[in-house]
């Protein structure tokens, strides 16, 4: 991102300098997928995309705000806040979640841009909403507190906005560290910053397809969930180990499809916490047979991925360099991402576009990404 591009543009609408600018990171999650809303563990990382707001406070409790991308502007007062439709309700909602938990805002006028794909899988919304706390928090001199940030987005997302996510997306645009994947464990909110091996790349391979009726189909799964926690008699999937799992009659007494569902969020549980270990130890091909393991099960067991993604994770996997691939986000279309050999990146991504071009017909956007830095102030 270019901010001198940002600040002529705030110049260009406001009259003067940006006092603040702001930005907040999109996530890849490396493993752990649909664990978050069952108490479990993940393991995502920003990326080097995020969205930026470049700001002044105001003396008022009026905010003004312009999206660049969408060149469409928006007003509120903090006083009056109302809901209605659109990217604004994005900061509205992180507004009002604020104001509930006490924080006392600043009215502010801004310009806000971005380069995250938006319904790619990649959190462009969880980096709105934590730009937007971001900037409030600048404006009105409270400090960052990741975890609550983090937990006022996704409320302003589940209650506002009225998408019923977990907690990953945003505690990773929250909270993550340059160079590092976040370890989280989604009930405590504890968290561990994972080192990434050395001698590979994290590669992000967006299919171009986009989710449909993604809702519908996440609530469902979510309900699955619970229905096969109420089960165990647990009070999520979490609590139930892989043993636990082999031991009991889920398999015969379970409906087949909730069976298939706790079986996904069990088995990769283990996964992420195998991921982490073998991290630390810098076991790169084992990193990689999770990822496969991961796509299997969300692709057989959990019933998430698409024609496209299965496509452009079995084109990825069929390269010498690559040590595995998987579907990543909520799924139903969106990315894949895959871990390679770092030498052979480049190369990886220019063979892997020609193939899912052959294979499925769409042009493909493949980059590889660096680990970057949670929310963050540039300037100010
Ligand atoms: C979406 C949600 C997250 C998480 C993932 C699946 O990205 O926003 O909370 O549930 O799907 O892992």
Redesign the pocket.
């Known amino acids: 991102m270019d901010i001198q591009t940002l600040e002529r543009s705030f110049a260009a609408y406001f009259n003067s300098k940006p006092e603040f600018i702001v930005r907040a990171p999109g996530r890849v999650?490396l493993i752990?997928?649909?664990?978050?809303?069952n108490d479990g563990f993940?393991l995502p990382m920003a990326i080097d995309r995020a969205i930026w707001i470049a700001l002044s406070p105001r003396a008022d409790s009026q905010i003004r705000i312009r999206s660049l991308d969408l060149e469409a502007d928006s007003a509120f007062d903090l006083n009056s806040l109302t809901k209605s439709e659109g990217w604004v309700e994005y900061v509205k909602g992180v507004a009002y979640e604020l104001q509930k938990a006490g924080y006392k805002l600043r009215g502010f006028d801004g310009v806000m841009t971005g380069n995250i794909p938006r319904g790619a899988?990649l959190?462009s919304?969880?980096a709105v909403e934590l730009a937007t706390a971001c900037a409030f928090a600048s404006v009105s001199g409270f400090d960052w507190d990741a975890a609550q940030m983090a937990k006022l987005a996704?409320k302003a997302?589940n209650e506002w906005v009225g998408?019923n996510?977990?907690?990953?997306?945003?505690m990773a645009s929250a909270a993550c560290k340059e160079g590092y994947a976040l370890f989280l464990d989604c009930r405590t909110l504890e968290y561990q910053h994972a080192p990434l091996p050395e001698n590979a790349s994290l590669v992000i391979l967006d299919t171009s397809t986009r989710r449909g009726l993604v809702d519908s189909a996440?609530n469902e799964r979510r309900s699955q969930c619970e229905e096969a926690a109420r089960w165990f008699g647990v009070k999520a999937l979490r609590d139930v180990s892989v043993a636990d799992f082999n031991r009991s009659n889920a398999e015969s007494e379970l409906s087949e499809i909730v069976m298939k569902r706790a079986r996904h969020i069990i088995t990769e549980n283990a996964r992420v916490l195998e991921a982490v270990n073998v991290m630390k130890a810098g076991n790169v091909m084992r990193l990689g047979e999770l990822f496969n393991a991961s796509h299997d099960s969300l692709r057989d067991d959990f019933e998430?991925t698409n024609d496209a993604l299965n496509i452009m994770v079995t084109s990825a996997r069929e390269q010498p360099s690559c040590y595995g691939a998987r579907m990543?986000?909520?799924?139903f279309g969106g990315c894949a991402v895959a871990l390679v050999e770092k030498e052979n990146a480049q190369e990886f991504a220019k063979t892997v576009s020609t193939i899912y071009k052959q294979k499925s017909g769409l042009e493909a956007s493949i980059y590889v990404c660096k680990a970057s830095e949670g929310a963050s102030v540039v300037i100010g």
């Open positions: 999650n752990g997928e649909h664990t978050d809303y993940v899988g959190s919304s969880a996704q997302e998408v996510c977990g907690i990953m997306d945003q996440y998430v990543t986000g909520a799924g």
